[in-house]
């Protein structure tokens, strides 16, 4: 073989493994391509899903209804007790200032009272004494006038008499202790009846805050019963809606499933929107066919899942027949 021979065959293999190279390379790239143009269509048929779903809102159920809760704050039995003091506080001050105020009251008259019986008790001792000096005065000049003024008469006279008046200050000093000891008496009385008046204030005051407490408490446990009443009714509203709305999507997917069995029997649907997305997604498919070749175009109708499951049987026929014969 001639040198000019080989060189042309070996430049012969060179150019077919580079046509063959330039061939894997070019069917890659529209491999790609369809890959890509295959996304593109399935984000398209999403968004012609969502956008009828959108408009169409018939089967689309609104929200289940929230229901607020009853909040209630129980106070505890030491918040409680607090709470009847308190609010009992001023009723209990006013009583022991009012039985503190008649005790002193009472307690500053006896005190007057002394003060006047031991006024009473000086004045009367003062005119006792004057009495008794009056009469010995007149005593003692008479026994002058008589000339008796030394004579035992005189003497004895002049005792007699400062023996009465002795006898006349003791009683009245007697008598002005008597008084004021009963007076003395009757303030350690108001004492004791103070201090009576206050143990009774308290017993009588400890029950009504006793009271006021089991109104409190009887109050806390009837509100807990009502927000607890209530919050179940609400609970049991709200698992009724649950099963309401459970049951009525299962009526809605029933009823979507019927209607999607007709309309792939009957190669349409009776609703116009339904219709209009149909065709919408017939349109966006056969877009997708119409870039390929048309064996490619045949291939994907009979083996891409994405071109039959988008299609009724009218519109899957309809392509069928026009890249597939």
Do not use: W
Request: glycine share 4%; charged share 40%.
């Amino acid at each position: 073989m001639k040198i000019g021979e080989v060189l042309e065959k070996l430049l012969g293999v060179d150019r077919i493994k580079k046509a063959g190279a330039a061939a894997l390379e070019k069917m890659s790239e529209a491999a790609e391509k369809r890959t890509s143009s295959r996304d593109e269509l399935e984000n398209e048929l999403s968004n012609i899903d969502k956008k009828y779903e959108e408009e169409g809102g018939s089967h689309k159920l609104p929200e289940t209804e929230k229901y607020d809760r009853m909040e209630y704050d129980a106070p505890s039995d030491e918040e409680i007790e607090n709470k009847a003091n308190a609010e009992l506080e001023s009723e209990k001050t006013s009583g022991i200032e009012r039985i503190e105020n008649e005790n002193d009251a009472a307690v500053e008259s006896k005190r007057l009272e002394a003060e006047a019986a031991a006024e009473r008790a000086e004045k009367r001792k003062r005119e006792v004494s004057d009495a008794y000096d009056e009469a010995g005065e007149k005593f003692s000049d008479d026994a002058l006038r008589r000339g008796l003024a030394r004579s035992s008469v005189a003497v004895n006279g002049m005792a007699a008499i400062g023996s009465g008046k002795a006898a006349a200050l003791s009683e009245a000093a007697a008598e002005a202790d008597g008084e004021a000891a009963a007076i003395e008496s009757e303030i350690a009385a108001l004492e004791i009846g103070r201090q009576k008046a206050l143990d009774a204030f308290d017993i009588a005051h400890a029950a009504k805050v006793t009271e006021r407490i089991a109104e409190l408490t009887a109050e806390r446990e009837k509100k807990i019963a009502e927000v607890l009443k209530y919050n179940n009714e609400l609970l049991k509203q709200e698992q009724k809606d649950l099963n309401d709305r459970a049951e009525l999507e299962s009526d809605l997917a029933t009823d979507e499933l019927k209607r999607k069995e007709l309309e792939r029997e009957l190669g349409e649907s009776s609703d116009s929107a339904a219709a209009e997305r149909a065709e919408a997604k017939y349109n966006a498919v056969r877009n997708y066919l119409l870039g390929m070749s048309k064996s490619e175009a045949a291939y994907a109708i009979r083996n891409d899942d994405i071109v039959r499951d988008s299609l009724s049987d009218r519109y899957y026929f309809k392509l069928y027949n026009e890249f597939c014969k």
